[in-house]
């Protein structure tokens, strides 16, 4: 039992290693955050609780939802943070008083 373990273990460092390498040869957000996606399940995939999985893969799927919404929405309306509104000039800041 504990020898299958292992090898479970082994197998899910393994896919959270490539999903690392993948995270790190990222073109865009959205490759990115795929490959975060891919890491963090390989991490607790093989903790044993079924339930936790389903809750977690729920849960990953939900907040993917929010977070996607938000970057759309970010990239129309100029965030101030991101790099591509600042390219772009939107986002700066305007001086107090001024419109």
């Known amino acids: ?13 393994e896919e ?6 993948a ?3 990222a073109e865009d957000a ?5 490959a975060n996606r891919a890491f963090h399940r390989a ?4 903790c044993g609780n079924p339930l936790l999985v389903t809750s977690l893969d729920e849960l ?11 970057w759309s929405r970010r990239g129309v309306s100029g965030c101030r943070r991101c ?6 000039g939107r986002g700066r800041r305007r001086p107090r008083g001024r419109r």
Do not use: I, K
């Open 43 to 46: 991490l607790y995939a093989e």
């Open 30 to 34: 959205a490759d990115r955050s795929l």
């Open 23 to 25: 995270a790190d040869r």
């Open 16 to 21: 959270a290693a490539a999903a690392l390498d």
């Open 60 to 70: 990953r799927d939900q907040t993917a939802l929010v977070s996607s919404a938000a």
């Open 83 to 88: 790099r591509c509104c600042r390219r772009r």
């Open 1 to 13: 039992m504990a020898a299958g373990r292992a090898t479970h273990s082994r197998h899910a460092l």
